[in-house]
């Protein structure tokens, strides 16, 4: 009797509760940084007066940040949460701190606030939104997780966080196609993003190895996936400062851009001899001056766009 008096006050009991403070640890605030600055940097580029319009700034920017990358890193968290378990086992899922399907359902309910935010920026606003919510699912879950490709994977990321975000800040603000400069500056960017995203693939070496993604660092080594990542943050940028001479002769913009790459290859240069211990403090100097000069291009192509 007393038994079964005690499993009906178990069956009584409620279930397993979200703690809020592991909820904001889940869509990780920390990375919301990079796609609210490519969308700023955009709008900036546009070259258009944004006094009037700062409202469509502003719900682009907590768009691309807070809703749509807390999205993405949300589901990541949850279609990861077996290789969590052997690099980061205190993340919240795997520790249990976001208990039952919570993170799934997290992520899918911010899917759809993005969708209905996103159809409040426009018609550029709500495609870019579409393509921003899909890719984030493509990246990880089954049956593409494309995140399993060193090159797929990261080359997805880098477009959805430097390059998409650049292209809708300009288009939303414009209500139109952006100019072609403005385009090829943001897929430039976003190129160049892709050897960050590999060097964050650092921190997952152990469990990417056991659980079959095929990451950069998996496939090539340490090293060798170090080099081609600085060269493809490199090149990229190398591109910029050209085009940028071609456009607008000899400029201020010119020289900003050319002594912020010289900074980052010197940091380049001391990654180089530890990959795996310094790819943490590249991503605190290095990709600094990499977003840096995202912004100084912006004023560029503003400085374009208005004919100065």
């Known amino acids: 009797m007393q038994t079964r008096h005690m499993?009906?006050?178990?069956?009584?009991q409620p279930g397993p509760q979200l703690?809020?403070?592991?909820?904001?640890?889940?869509?990780?605030?920390?990375?919301?940084?990079?796609?609210?600055?490519?969308?700023?940097?955009?709008?900036?580029s546009a070259g258009v007066e944004t006094n009037s319009q700062i409202w469509l700034v502003a719900l682009g920017v907590f768009l691309a940040g807070p809703v749509v990358c807390g999205m993405s890193q949300a589901a990541n968290d949850w279609c990861d949460r077996h290789v969590d378990a052997i690099n980061e086992p205190e993340r919240p899922i795997p520790s249990g701190r976001i208990p039952g399907k919570w993170g799934l359902w997290i992520a899918l309910a911010m899917?759809?606030?993005?969708?209905?935010?996103?159809?409040?920026?426009?018609?550029?606003?709500?495609?870019?939104?579409?393509?921003?919510v899909a890719s984030a699912w493509a990246y990880s879950a089954e049956p593409l997780r494309l995140k399993k490709s060193g090159w797929l994977g990261p080359g997805l990321v880098a477009l959805c966080y430097e390059g998409l975000p650049w292209f809708t800040g300009a288009a939303v603000i414009t209500?139109?196609?952006?100019?072609?400069?403005?385009?090829?500056?943001?897929?430039?960017?976003?190129?160049?993003?892709?050897?960050?995203?590999?060097?964050?693939?650092?921190?997952?070496?152990?469990?990417?190895?056991?659980?079959?993604?095929?990451?950069?660092?998996?496939?090539?080594?340490?090293?060798?996936?170090?080099?081609?990542?600085?060269?493809?943050m490199a090149v990229p940028q190398f591109g910029i400062i050209i085009l940028f001479y071609i456009w607008m002769g000899s400029s201020i913009f010119g020289i900003i851009l050319?002594?912020?790459l010289i900074g980052q290859i010197w940091a380049m240069r001391k990654l180089l001899l530890n990959p795996k211990e310094k790819a943490p403090w590249y991503n605190r100097t290095g990709v600094l001056l990499y977003v840096i000069g995202m912004m100084a291009s912006a004023f560029a192509?503003?400085?374009l766009e208005a004919g100065f």
């Open 7 to 12: 499993s009906v006050l178990q069956n009584l």
């Open 19 to 44: 703690n809020p403070y592991s909820a904001l640890e889940l869509i990780k605030p920390i990375t919301w940084f990079p796609p609210m600055w490519a969308y700023a940097c955009g709008a900036v």
């Open 111 to 132: 899917s759809c606030i993005s969708l209905v935010i996103g159809y409040q920026l426009g018609v550029w606003g709500f495609i870019a939104t579409i393509l921003a």
């Open 175 to 232: 209500a139109a196609i952006p100019d072609a400069k403005i385009i090829i500056i943001a897929v430039l960017y976003a190129l160049g993003a892709h050897g960050i995203m590999t060097l964050n693939d650092f921190k997952a070496l152990k469990g990417d190895r056991q659980t079959g993604v095929r990451s950069l660092p998996v496939i090539l080594g340490p090293r060798l996936a170090a080099f081609v990542a600085c060269v493809t």
């Open 258 to 260: 050319s002594c912020l």
């Open 301 to 303: 192509l503003r400085s």
